[in-house]
């Protein structure tokens, strides 16, 4: 069984930051991707960043230039540091890994930011 751990969600104000973690373990595999998704509510659950064993990144438009992505393979580790965050990054956000076996989510930790 695989777990994934999520922490650094919560409550910012507009034009700060967080940094979001996330570990796999438990039985998982050689990684081939690992990323953030989140859900606002009443909207379907969205690409935030990507970040594939191969070296590519991938993010979403309205988070490029302040949202950065990396990863700890050592540590089976991924992070996420937002920054000059909007209101309109409030949501729930997931961690996502795949391995050669399958996709796995965290639980999701809220991210809410008032203006």
């Known amino acids: 069984q695989v777990q994934l751990v999520e922490s650094g969600g919560g409550l910012v104000q507009a034009g700060g930051s967080l940094r979001l973690s996330c570990a796999a373990s438990?039985?998982?595999?050689?990684?081939?991707?690992m990323g953030w998704y989140r859900q606002a509510p009443g909207k379907q659950r969205e690409l935030v960043a990507a970040?594939?064993?191969?070296?590519?990144?991938n993010y979403a438009d309205s988070v490029k230039g302040r949202f950065t992505i990396s990863r700890d393979n050592a540590k089976n580790t991924v992070y996420l540091q937002m920054n000059s965050l909007k209101s309109e990054d409030t949501a729930v956000y997931y961690c996502?890994?795949?391995?050669?076996?399958?996709?796995?989510w965290g639980q999701g930790t809220q991210v809410t930011v008032s203006s």
């Open positions: 438990g039985s998982i595999g050689s990684i081939n991707a």
């Open positions: 996502n890994v795949a391995d050669g076996r399958g996709w796995y």
């Open positions: 970040s594939t064993s191969g070296g590519g990144i």
